[in-house]
C-alpha cells in the first residue's frame, strides 16, 4: 500500500500502482518476495542471523515516529499535551536506547542496514 501511494505520487516506479486479478498490487508482491529470497540466500537461511537485522529496521521507524509526534505536541499544543509529550518523548529516548543497544551488540550483523537505508533514503 505505501508503494502504491508513493507511486501515485511519483515518488516511485508507476508499476507498483497496477493491481492484479485479485485486486493486490502484483508487482510490490513479486518485488517484496524477491527481496525475501535475497535475504535468505545472502544470510544462507539462518533466522539467528535475520532477527537482529529485522529489529533494527524497526527499532528506527519506532524511534523517529516518537520524536515525530514529540515535534507535532511542541507544535500544535492541544489540551494536555504535555502528558502527551511526556509519553512519546519516553518512547522516544526507550527506543532509540534499544536501537543503539542492537547497534553496539550487533553491529558485526546489522551494518548492511547502515549502508542500504541510507541508499533508500537519498534514492527515493
Do not use: C
Not at 535475520?50 to 529489529?55: F, N, R, S
Not at 502527551?84 to 536501537?99: A, E, H, P, Q
Amino acid at each position: 500500500m505505501l508503494a502504491a501511494s508513493m507511486s501515485k505520487d511519483k515518488y516511485m516506479p508507476r508499476m507498483f500502482t497496477v493491481r492484479g486479478d485479485r485486486l493486490g498490487y502484483s508487482n510490490s508482491i513479486i518485488i517484496l518476495g524477491v527481496l525475501a529470497i535475497i535475504l535468505i540466500i545472502v544470510f544462507d537461511g539462518m533466522t539467528e542471523d535475520l532477527i537482529p537485522l529485522y529489529a533494527v529496521g524497526v527499532f528506527i521507524p519506532f524511534t523517529l515516529a516518537q520524536f515525530g509526534m514529540v515535534i507535532k505536541w511542541i507544535h500544535e499544543r492541544p489540551k494536555n499535551w504535555i502528558s502527551k509529550l511526556s509519553v512519546n518523548l519516553l518512547g522516544g529516548i526507550v527506543t532509540f536506547i534499544v536501537f543503539m543497544i542492537l547497534l553496539i551488540t550487533k553491529f558485526s550483523q546489522v551494518w548492511p542496514i547502515l549502508i542500504f537505508l541510507p541508499f533508500v533514503v537519498i534514492f527515493f
